[in-house]
């Protein structure tokens, strides 16, 4: 409850501060079907507009009547029986249809000081006598829209002596402004507005009240002679509009002589050249307009040479800046006190770095710097190595992708930024000013949302205040979601760059590690072999050339375990009994010695490995590694040493490569149940063994 009158109370106090015009608006005039047809701001301001009113109503008491857009077509006494007050000192009643108003209906208003006949069908002749009987206090008369077909001194004759300082005459069919004696009966004129006519010539009595003159919109084909023998006509002008004419050539003999101009426009014109010094003898000069030239092809060295420039506007002007269009380095010469510059909408694109530098050199003062639409691609250096004063930068609607980290740092004082229309696609702390920003526009970018956007995100919802557009024109390019809704799991981008190096490179260590374990597995056969033939090799080397009377075994017999009986009876039994030394790991190997290590032995210890082929042998790794061993070392031993026996077919998919290598040249000895065959494969066998005869130094017992 309190915070409600609380609330109350603090609004009842914003009403009454406000400005009149922002009181409350109550209808107060209603038609017979209780419409309302006027509304009343309760300090004598009532609007009627827009009712198709063709009298005036009985109105509340008045001071300021707007009757705009309604049906009125004749002003006089008679209609003002509604009006109690006559005293009003604003009335409004442009864009009727009056035709015709008595100099008695004007003569009433004693204290206007605002008339508004905007757009209504009234003529020369019908203005000259309206206007005749007017108050003397009036201040501000507004004729513009209507059907006045020429412009002479008599036509505002009436108001002599009057004390007007505004003067509306815009959008009236004048070809000419003859107004050699105008300002003898304008004595107080100080703004006078004759845009959008037909105006192409200009003929005027001196003025020295007239401050702000708008020539705008007319058919001037060159600048109206402002100067003469005798002086400025206008000297204490300060504002002047001569844009959207035909000017194409600025002849500024006619403008030099106004000391006081600050401001000029010579915006969309057809001047195609800005020479050397145009406006430096324009010695008050602070703000120059000279936008959307569409002729416009060369801007001169020192062209806006002057130390009171403080504001030029070129935007829209679509020129190349290149030397051949521009003169990079001294187009701003002797622009040293400029502030604003706004290049909106003209060639960037070709500048490099050092033209850059040269170009802002000569304007190191600018706080505001407007080079949107210039086809850019990157940021110029120039701008903070030259530009340290810069408040605002507006680059919007270019092509630039990326902001360099620590861009803003030594634009100590910029507080509005619009990048805009650009190729951002993502944005950290490194890349915006550390400076409080009133002002910041990032929006239509294409965004990449990723875990790099993070600090983007967070720093945009904390500066809400501060940035246009947010959220609805901040948009990943990818998934088309605005950044504001973007569910990044925080957590997971929580991992710093480092950490996440770090794990990076645990994971590929780890990746290779399994990698190679998994080859190591894969091949421990190999490896194992690999590792033997180094240590056979030491082995060797120690021992020196193997001799027959080292030897502890005739024949080392590889076999499948699931050959073992087999080979045992039909093979192993057989050579003992033919005196041979047989050595089969099965039987012989002694418990507790490491497998490994004992086939080496006996293996390199044995004058003939023999190695029973089987289907279960090819399958079986332990065999394998024995095989390849045994392949090697007959290799090594340039002599064979192997004996191949095979004792059942191999099928097609065991026929692997070392196989095929072991049988390819029928140097083997098929063992099979045949028992004629059988004796003599065993016959062979013993020949083979025995050829190198038997000379063992541990006969076995
Ligand atoms: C005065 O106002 C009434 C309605 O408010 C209207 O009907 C009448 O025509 C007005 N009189 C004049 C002279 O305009
Ligand atoms: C001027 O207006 C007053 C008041 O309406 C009137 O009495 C007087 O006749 C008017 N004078 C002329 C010349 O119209
Ligand atoms: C304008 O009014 C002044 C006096 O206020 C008078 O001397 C002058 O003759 C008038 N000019 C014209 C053209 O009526
Ligand atoms: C000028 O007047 C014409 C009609 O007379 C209207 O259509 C046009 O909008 C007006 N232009 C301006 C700038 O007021
Ligand atoms: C300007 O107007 C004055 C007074 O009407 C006249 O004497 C003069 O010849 C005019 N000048 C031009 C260039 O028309
Ligand atoms: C420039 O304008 C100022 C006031 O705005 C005035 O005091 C000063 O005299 C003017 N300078 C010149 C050279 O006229
Ligand atoms: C100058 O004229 C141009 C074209 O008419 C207009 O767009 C611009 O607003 C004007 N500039 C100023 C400062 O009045
Ligand atoms: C710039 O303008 C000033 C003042 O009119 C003048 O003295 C100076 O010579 C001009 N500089 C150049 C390079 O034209
Ligand atoms: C720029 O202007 C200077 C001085 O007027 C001149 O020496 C130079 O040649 C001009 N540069 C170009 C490229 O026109
Ligand atoms: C920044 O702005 C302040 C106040 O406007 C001014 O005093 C100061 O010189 C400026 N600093 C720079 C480097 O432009
Ligand atoms: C910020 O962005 C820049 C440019 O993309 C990058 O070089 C830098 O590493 C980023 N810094 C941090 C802390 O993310």
Redesign the pocket.
């Known amino acids: 409850m309190k915070s409600i009158l609380l609330a109350c109370f603090i609004q009842l106090i914003v009403i009454c501060h406000g400005s009149k015009e922002y009181r409350l608006r109550q209808p107060c005039v209603f038609d017979s079907s209780r419409k309302p047809l006027c509304w009343c701001s309760g300090n004598g301001y009532t609007d009627c507009s827009g009712h198709g009113l063709n009298y005036i109503p009985v109105l509340p008491k008045t001071t300021r009547l707007k009757l705009r857009n309604n049906n009125l077509e004749i002003l006089n006494v008679e209609m003002l029986k509604n009006i109690s007050n006559k005293q009003l000192t604003y009335l409004d009643v442009s864009k009727n249809r009056i035709k015709k108003i008595g100099s008695d209906f004007i003569g009433v208003f004693k204290r206007l000081q605002t008339l508004n006949l905007n757009v209504n069908p009234l003529t020369n002749e019908e203005l000259k006598t309206s206007i005749k009987n007017i108050s003397t206090s009036l201040q501000k008369l507004f004729i513009s829209g209507l059907t006045l077909s020429h412009f002479d001194d008599d036509l505002l004759k009436p108001l002599n002596g009057s004390k007007i300082t505004v003067l509306g005459l815009t959008n009236n069919s004048f070809h000419g402004f003859n107004g050699g004696h105008i300002f003898n009966y304008l004595k107080y004129l100080t703004t006078l507005y004759l845009s959008y006519n037909h105006i192409n010539s200009f003929n005027a009595s001196r003025s020295y009240s007239l401050k702000q003159l708008s020539l705008s919109r007319n058919d001037l084909t060159e600048v109206p002679p402002f100067c003469s023998t005798s002086g400025a006509l206008f000297p204490n002008l300060k504002t002047l509009y001569i844009d959207q004419n035909c000017i194409s050539v600025l002849n500024m003999n006619n403008l030099n002589c106004l000391d006081n101009l600050i401001l000029l426009n010579i915006s969309a014109t057809r001047i195609e050249t800005l020479k050397s010094n145009t406006f430096s003898k324009l010695r008050n000069l602070t703000a120059l307009s000279v936008q959307h030239m569409e002729g416009l092809n060369y801007i001169e060295s020192y062209a806006f040479n002057s130390s009171s420039l403080r504001r030029i506007n070129i935007r829209d002007n679509e020129l190349q800046f290149s030397e051949s269009n521009v003169n990079i380095s001294l187009a701003f010469g002797g622009c040293a006190n400029l502030k604003v510059l706004d290049i909106t909408n003209n060639f960037l694109g070709k500048l490099r770095e050092a033209d850059w530098e040269l170009l802002l050199s000569k304007i190191s003062k600018l706080t505001y710097l407007d080079i949107s639409l210039g086809h850019l691609l990157y940021l110029p250096k120039a701008i903070p190595n030259v530009l340290h004063n810069l408040k605002e930068l507006r680059v919007s609607d270019n092509g630039i992708d990326?902001i360099p980290?620590g861009y803003f740092n030594t634009l100590y004082n910029i507080t509005d930024i619009y990048f805009n229309g650009n190729k951002l696609t993502?944005?950290?702390?490194?890349?915006l000013p550390t400076t409080k920003l009133h002002h910041l526009n990032l929006a239509y970018n294409p965004f990449v949302c990723d875990c790099?956007i993070l600090?983007l995100i967070n720093y945009l919802k904390l500066h809400k205040r501060i940035v246009s557009y947010y959220p609805s024109h901040y948009i990943c390019a990818d998934s088309k979601l605005r950044l504001e809704d973007l569910n990044i799991e925080k957590r997971s981008c929580l991992i710093g760059?480092q950490t996440s190096t770090i794990i990076k490179c645990s994971c590929f260590s780890v990746t290779l590690i399994l990698l190679i374990i998994s080859g190591v597995y894969r091949y421990r056969w190999r490896l194992r072999y690999v590792m033997h033939i180094l240590n056979y090799k030491r082995r060797k080397y120690i021992n020196g050339n193997m001799k027959s009377s080292n030897f502890s075994h005739d024949v080392y017999i590889s076999c499948a375990e699931s050959d073992f009986n087999f080979v045992y009876s039909n093979i192993v039994e057989k050579l003992e009994e033919n005196n041979f030394n047989v050595y089969i790991s099965e039987r012989d190997s002694v418990g507790g010695s490491l497998k490994i290590t004992s086939t080496l032995e006996n293996m390199d210890g044995s004058r003939f490995v023999m190695l029973c082929l089987s289907n279960s042998y090819v399958q079986d790794h332990w065999c394998e590694y024995e095989t390849y061993m045994a392949m090697e070392r007959s290799i090594y031993e340039g002599h064979d040493v192997l004996i191949v026996v095979v004792i059942e077919d191999i099928s097609i998919v065991n026929m692997n490569k070392t196989v095929h290598k072991l049988v390819k040249n029928n140097n083997f000895i098929l063992w099979e149940t045949n028992k004629e065959v059988h004796r003599l494969s065993l016959r062979r066998l013993v020949r083979l063994i025995g050829g190198e005869n038997t000379n063992i130094c541990n006969p076995s017992t």
């Open positions: 990326f980290p993502t944005l950290n702390h490194t890349q790099n600090w760059e």
